[in-house]
């Protein structure tokens, strides 16, 4: 017996060892041996979690130990809004920023001190200072003249796009057997049809192709070439009315609705139905003849590997064919793409921290940003993983590169490239990163060049929201926007598959609560 | 001789009563339980296959009834991913020292519940009960796990879960079904509570602390949610945990180019069956007092 009561005392005093363990105290500042301990939290840290090579060169250059922590795409919001809510921001993170949940999110912390303010002077930190000037509507983020996060550029060297990647792949390969094909892949409105349909009479018999396809949150792509505007709000003789009733996206509308349900049936595959992710792979498996996507460049790579797989694919040649980027113009014979911000999420700092830590925290992003670490984060450190010459070619050497059995150069955990997520998404380094597709590159570059040269001869139509009206925050509109344009998105869907008419479509635009909004809106711009 | 006649008998009549008793009705039952049984397998079947097959099989044919082209790639992908293994191991030590500590917790408090002779004990039961009806709501719950100092730690997937009310009631009202007499002759013979619990109460619970510690096997195992919101450290990552973010990253598109390639369907599927093949494995030996525990903790309320 006295054995079993010795037992039993042994398991009652772990148990209280393992409870009294977790009640551990503040976390310290510094490191036994005085570096500052930086907690860095964001979302594409998810492959490295520190330690390497690259990331031990920051911490000795700088006298820091670095502690990065990720966030999952699937839980962003949760992951970030707990702790915000509850004083427990790591030093640094990383949001999804939009003008959607700047009221509830940017604002709202930066009001309520859950976030610091960037210094007003960045004379010290030139490279941030520079990028900063770049970034798109950056005003409109600022609260009492101050800045509380740092946007990612995508491309600091080639800040002046404004418009999202959302365009059509297609099967020039089809075209080509079909003899519909237009040469450089650029199609008036009238030869988009032809092709659709031709896709539509060769392709789609017992409908397992659809001649047209759109990414899920995309659909119908076809009503760009219609609306004057990107999402809920239009601008009508200087007031904010409601997009999804004006007379040019109901006119688009139609011949979604036409398209889908309306007999053509260029639409075969169910987009009601489908769900994220679903229409890529259709067009992997060859069963799309016209696929409208976001092509960034980590999509259209990832495109092409698929694409590339199957066994028909065997050439480039055949792949460049089955993956083509093509150039629609509308009906009024303009291209046109969805106008957006220059940079993608931002990094925030927590109000808990010191000024010392954030000065830190801006000389390691600075540097990032100049010349020394940008040669760090895309080929590693010098005279280890590459040398540069006289003339300034860099190459790189077998110590620090390995390369698998297809002569690739093999991804390693590099913490420069990584850490300089904290302020850009590294766009600037596409030319040059080896570990990124040249080929996808190259192509996705010569559509760039040519939207370009069309929106300098006024033949690109960009839709953008007018920023006074996109990050305006009132009080319903902060909340509820987002859920209008859901609804909003939701209704289109039903409409066009045919499941609610089109009094139901109208009136579903007309409840007191985008009355309220508008009003705010139109109260608020003087109308 | 009469013996053989007698058990020969029987065991042709059982036979042929078997069929005679199987009518149109039972035909119909036996094709719709059938459609029913495949519908559940018929998943697992074809997540199987997919996890076995290239993905231009996949991508040609979702519905897979019988294997074109084998590979083991996205098995090899899986036991060469360090995140799985590290969930694994964290998933393991929860469902050891979580498990353990939850059912020590849980068993004794309904003991002690299931006792009619201490004081407030009505209200220490209803402070607990109150538990399963209402919650403080997630910003304080997050407010009270950083104040522990529980907040990226492994602990925090242990000990706020250390009494399962549920559980812990089906603990009680098994208690609460013995016999008190031989609480009274153990105290007759000079026992005193804590052997009275290990040393005839415990010993006579088995089927129940199976059933729960399989609840809690399973919970332990499943555990993703805590991880999700409480923990930063990818050491401290549980199995589930990165299985999510596998899946959900691989049909996310991120904006960053991304050298690593896109996990695809057949490493998701494989991922799938690393983590739940050890479960089913588990499952099988401990059904038989799952079933029993069942009903036993339910014949007293």
Known sequence: MKKILSLVLCIVLSLAAVTLYGCKKKPNEYTKDGRMILKIRNLYFNEWTGGDAYTSYIEDKFGV?????????????????????????????????????????????????????????????????????????????????????????????????????????????????????QEDDVYTWNQFQNLLSAFYRAKSEGGSVAAL?????????????????????????????????????????????????????????????????????????GRVGVFYENLSLANYTTLRKKVGERKEIDTKEKL??????????????????????????????????????????????????????????????KDYDYTVSNGGEVTLLEAGWERDINGKYIEKLNGAKYLRYMATLGYDMNDYDPLVDKEALSILTEWKEFINRENAQGNLRILTEDPSVKWLSTTNKSQYAGGLLENGNASVQKYVYGKITLGEYENSFTTQRWGQILGEINSAIGK | MKAVSITHKPRKTRKNGLFNRIGGLDWILFVILGIYALMIIYPFYNALLISVSPEWVYMETPFLIVPKEFTFDNYKAVFQSSALWSGFRVTLFLLVVGTAYQLFFTVITGYALSRSNWLGKNLVMNMIIVTMFFGGGLIPYYYLIKNLGLYNEIWVMIIPGAIDTYNMLLMRNYFASLPADMEESAKTDGANDIQIFFGIYLPMSLPMLATIGLFFAVGNWNSWYNAMLFIENPKYKTLQLVLREIIVTSSSQMEVPRNVDVYSEGLNMACIFFTIVPM??????????????????????
């Open chain 1, 65 to 181: 130990a670095i502690e990065p922590s990720s966030y999952s795409w699937a839980d962003w919001d949760n992951q970030v809004y707990g702790p915000a809510n509850s004083n427990n921001l790591s030093d640094v993170f990383h949001f999804s920023l939009d003008s959607y949940n700047f009221a509830n999110s940017y604002e709202f912390w930066a009001r309520g001190g859950s976030t610091k303010a960037l210094p007003d002077d960045l004379s010290a930190w030139p490279h941030i200072a520079d990028m900063l000037g770049k970034v798109s509507n950056l005003n409109e983020l600022k609260i009492n003249g101050k800045l509380y996060c740092i946007p990612l550029i995508k491309n600091i060297k080639d800040a002046d796009d404004d418009y999202s990647p959302f365009t059509y792949v297609y099967r020039r390969d089809w075209a080509k057997e079909l003899g519909v094909y």
């Open chain 1, 213 to 285: 396809a759109d990414v899920e949150w995309g659909f119908p792509s076809i009503i760009n070439f219609y609306k004057t505007a990107p999402h809920c709000f239009a601008m009508e003789g200087g007031s904010a009315v409601c997009n999804f009733v004006t007379p040019q996206f109901k006119q688009g509308l139609e011949l979604a609705k036409n398209w889908a349900s309306g007999g053509t049936n260029i639409y075969g595959f169910d987009q009601y139905a489908a769900n994220d992710g679903d229409v890529a792979k259709q067009f992997y498996a």
């Open chain 2, 280 to 301: 089913m494995c588990f499952y099988p030996f401990l059904q038989r007092f799952f079933v029993k525990g069942l009903v036993v903790g339910a014949i007293k309320g």
């Open chain 1, 320 to 381: 460049d064919d089955a993956t083509a980027i093509m150039k629609v113009s509308g009906p009024d014979g303009k291209y046109a793409l969805e106008g957006g911000e220059n940079w993608f999420s931002a990094t925030f700092f927590s109000a808990d921290i010191s000024d010392e830590k954030l000065n830190k925290i801006l000389d390691i992003i600075d540097w990032l940003l100049g010349e020394e670490g940008t040669m760090m984060a895309a080929y590693g450190i």
